[in-house]
């Protein structure tokens, strides 16, 4: 079982930046893929960026590409998310999610990950 508990969420001004975190609790969380993913209302959940076990290798979404940065520390069993040039877009709730992927998955697929947060909101205003 893994638990998972997103932070750092807030309301930052358009072009600002954003750091969340993302802790996790379970033996499993360093054979576990993880991902960011985030729902603005009235939309539905999308991906946003992943990063696999190791650590190794990074996916991003075009939206977030260049301005996004993920990356995990095994060691803390945590996952992070640098957000920064926000803007008024990218406010939403975040979630994390882990999974265990096998090669070649679709890492943009929410049904992928078998693990969800609770989720942090992050506004942005222009």
């Known amino acids: 079982q893994v638990r998972l508990v997103e932070s750092g969420g807030g309301l930052v001004q358009a072009g600002g930046s954003l750091r969340l975190s993302c802790a996790t609790s379970?033996?499993?969380?360093?054979?576990?893929?993880m991902a960011w993913f985030r729902q603005a209302p009235g939309k539905e959940r999308e991906f946003v960026a992943y990063?696999?076990?190791?650590?190794?290798?990074?996916y991003y979404d075009d939206s977030v590409k260049g301005r996004f940065t993920i990356s995990r520390d095994n060691a803390k069993n945590m996952m992070y998310l640098q957000m920064n040039s926000l803007k008024p877009e990218d406010t939403a709730l975040y979630y994390c999610?882990?999974?265990?992927?096998?090669?070649?998955?679709?890492?943009?697929?929410?049904?992928?990950?078998?693990?969800w947060g609770q989720g942090t909101q992050v506004t942005v205003s222009s």
């Open positions: 379970g033996r499993t969380f360093r054979n576990a893929d």
């Open positions: 999610a882990a999974g265990t992927l096998r090669s070649g998955a679709n890492v943009k697929n929410i049904q992928q990950y078998d693990y």
């Open positions: 990063v696999m076990m190791s650590g190794g290798s990074t």
